[in-house]
């Protein structure tokens, strides 16, 4: 079993910045791929990033490359998201997902976090 506790959410102005952090513990955290989805209000979640165990490969998609950057810090147990450059259609909760694999631009992951909320203002 593996426990995912999701930080650094919150309120920030359009162009700005956060960084979102994930706290593993449970089980070996080093393995598989760790990632990030984001749910806004009445849509369905929405694949973020994806990060190997290694941290060689990374994933993003199309709407925040360039923006986001995913890391992991396997002595610490601990996944980030950095993101710059924020937009209003980045507002959603953000969940953090472990165990999982990447594949035709999508994460599954075995087990979630609770999420964070991310809200930017225009």
């Known amino acids: 079993q593996v426990q995912l506790v999701e930080s650094g959410g919150g309120l920030v102005q359009s162009g700005g910045s956060l960084r979102l952090s994930c706290a593993a513990s449970?089980?070996?955290?080093?393995?598989?791929?760790m990632g990030w989805v984001r749910q806004a209000p009445g849509k369905e979640r929405e694949f973020v990033a994806a990060?190997?165990?290694?941290?060689?490969?990374?994933y993003y998609a199309d709407s925040v490359k360039g923006r986001f950057t995913i890391s992991r810090d396997n002595a610490k147990n601990t996944m980030y998201l950095q993101m710059n450059s924020l937009k209003p259609e980045d507002t959603a909760v953000y969940y953090c997902?472990?165990?999982?694999?990447?594949?035709?631009?999508?994460?599954?992951?075995?087990?979630w976090g609770q999420g964070t909320q991310v809200t930017v203002s225009s």
């Open positions: 997902a472990a165990d999982g694999y990447y594949s035709g631009s999508d994460y599954y992951p075995k087990y």
């Open positions: 449970g089980r070996s955290f080093s393995t598989k791929t």
């Open positions: 990060i190997s165990w290694s941290g060689d490969s990374r």
